[in-house]
């Protein structure tokens, strides 16, 4: 089910994305255009990090701990994972958890 709304989610960003970058203008900027992506992928990025940790509290409160868990299918990459704490990261955004917030750059 977390990864039916995965994709849901993600299409609902690009949707926006595809619109904001159609809408506006009849021939948008440059400047117009790099805004719009950037949001889509800041949103997209936001869902893929809010799925990712509901998978991994799911897996802790399993096996208690983050250790060893899988975030397949998610968009994101398990940087580090141990018994109270975890990091997940994309391309150029990185949350370091559980209760941490997006930051720029890896982890």
């Avoid at 992928?41 to 869902?47: C, E, R």
Wanted: charged fraction near 5%; proline fraction near 3%.
């Amino acid at each position: 089910m977390v990864r039916g709304l995965s994709l849901v989610s993600l299409l609902v960003a690009l949707l926006v994305g595809g619109w904001l970058f159609t809408s506006g203008q009849s021939s948008p900027s440059g400047a117009t255009v790099t805004q719009a992506v950037n949001e889509a992928q800041q949103a997209a990025n936001g869902i893929a990090f809010q799925q990712a940790q509901a998978q991994l509290e799911q897996f802790h409160a399993l096996n208690g701990t983050y250790a060893g868990a899988s975030l397949a299918g998610f968009g994101v990459t398990l940087a580090r994972a141990d018994a109270g704490s975890y990091c997940i990261q994309t391309a150029s955004v990185h949350l370091a958890g559980p209760g941490g917030t997006a930051a720029a750059g890896p982890c």
